[in-house]
């Protein structure tokens, strides 16, 4: 299976304020839709944008350290910049 070596991919929501069903309805993409594909990723290194502005940097980065697999974690870097 071939793959980019890097993908960059936005990720707008991250709590269950927004369920990934709201967010897909909205052209939106939802962290529960990551979490539940995680085993596709094959990149070495995924970059995360687009994040909605109702979250604060700290609300991000503990999203993705509680719900994404070590292995997928150690690989994603979220495009913090603007946020407090």
Same mark, same amino acid.
Do not use: W
């Given at each position: 299976?071939?793959?980019?070596?890097?993908?960059?991919?936005?990720?707008?929501?991250?709590?269950?304020?927004?369920?990934?069903?709201?967010?897909?309805?909205?052209?939106?993409?939802?962290?529960?839709?990551?979490?539940?594909?995680?085993? *596709?990723?094959?990149?070495?290194?995924? #970059? /995360?944008?687009? @994040? &909605?502005?109702?979250?604060?940097?700290?609300?991000?980065?503990?999203?993705?350290?509680?719900?994404?697999?070590?292995? *997928?974690?150690?690989?994603?870097?979220? #495009? /913090?910049?603007? @946020? &407090?």
């Amino acid at each position: 299976m071939c793959c980019a070596r890097r993908l960059s991919t936005a990720l707008t929501c991250f709590t269950d304020a927004v369920s990934a069903a709201d967010a897909a309805r909205f052209g939106h993409s939802h962290l529960d839709e990551i979490v539940e594909h995680a085993h *596709l990723f094959q990149n070495e290194a995924i #970059l /995360l944008i687009h @994040f &909605s502005a109702r979250y604060k940097r700290s609300d991000i980065e503990a999203a993705l350290d509680a719900k994404l697999p070590p292995s *997928l974690r150690a690989r994603v870097t979220p #495009l /913090l910049e603007g @946020f &407090s």
